[in-house]
């Protein structure tokens, strides 16, 4: 039984581009969340998903940003024109039904260059 | 004010020595508190869940107090392994009144245990 599965583990971009961050939950979770934890702080939420839709998006950086997780494959955190700024690493989490269950990925490093 | 507040560490204690993490919140209406560690460079992983009347699992001991919305962990006879970043969590129900797994995380603490 695979845990979550993020993917790429790490990803450099150059600052303009476009990032897409992959995040496969454990079998039979359909409650994916996003989180981003800046160098030296802790994680903050970003996002809430269930299939097809967005439960909570309150810690989304208003621009450039955007996460999906659509009917099927995986859940999708996507960063547009990438600033240094957005270097962090990105965790995903999933779980079954509220948080019973509650299980993290590996993360995927955002290095800007 | 921060949603979850921690010691700001580093801890730094030998092999065998008893170590105590706090932690407090702002919101009220917060439902349910977790411990997590996280190693270097990798994800969090539950450490324990924290209750009302106060649990253990082993050498860790978690403390809740609603009323000063407090929360600690007590670490005896400390380990090398146990070097990690130890979070605070908090989970606060959603409008609706539902607690749907938005954690809210300290900014960590920092514990390296020495030979």
């Known amino acids: 039984n695979a845990g979550v599965m993020q993917n790429p583990r790490h990803l450099v971009r150059r600052r303009g581009q476009e990032a897409r961050l992959r995040c496969s939950p454990m079998?039979?979770?359909?409650?994916v969340y996003w989180y981003r934890q800046l160098p030296e702080e802790g994680l903050k939420f970003m996002v809430y998903?269930?299939?097809?839709?967005?439960?909570?998006e309150s810690g989304m950086p208003k621009e450039r940003f955007s996460a999906e997780f659509p009917k099927e494959g995986p859940s999708i955190l996507r960063i547009q024109q990438v600033v240094r700024g957005d270097s962090a690493a990105y965790f995903c989490?999933?779980?079954?039904?509220?948080?019973?269950?509650?299980?993290f990925g590996s993360g995927t490093r955002l290095t800007v260059v | 004010r921060k949603e979850v507040e921690q010691d700001p560490g580093p801890f730094n204690v030998p092999e065998g020595a008893t170590v105590a993490f706090n932690c407090t919140y702002s919101?009220?209406?917060?439902?349910?508190f977790f411990w997590y560690r996280q190693d270097c460079r990798k994800e969090p992983k539950l450490l324990m869940s924290?209750?009302?009347s106060g649990n253990e699992d082993g050498r860790f001991t978690a403390q809740l107090n609603r009323a000063s919305q407090y929360i600690s962990l007590l670490i005896r006879d400390s380990k090398l392994s146990d070097s990690a970043t130890y979070l605070c969590?908090?989970?606060?129900?959603?409008?609706?009144?539902?607690?749907?797994?938005?954690?809210?995380f300290g900014q960590g603490t920092i514990l390296t245990v020495h030979p």
């Open positions: 919101n009220s209406a917060s439902q349910s």
């Open positions: 969590v908090v989970v606060q129900n959603s409008a609706g009144g539902t607690s749907y797994g938005k954690l809210t």
């Open positions: 924290v209750y009302s």
């Open positions: 998903l269930q299939k097809e839709n967005i439960i909570d």
């Open positions: 989490a999933s779980s079954p039904q509220h948080l019973s269950g509650y299980t």
């Open positions: 079998k039979g979770h359909s409650h």
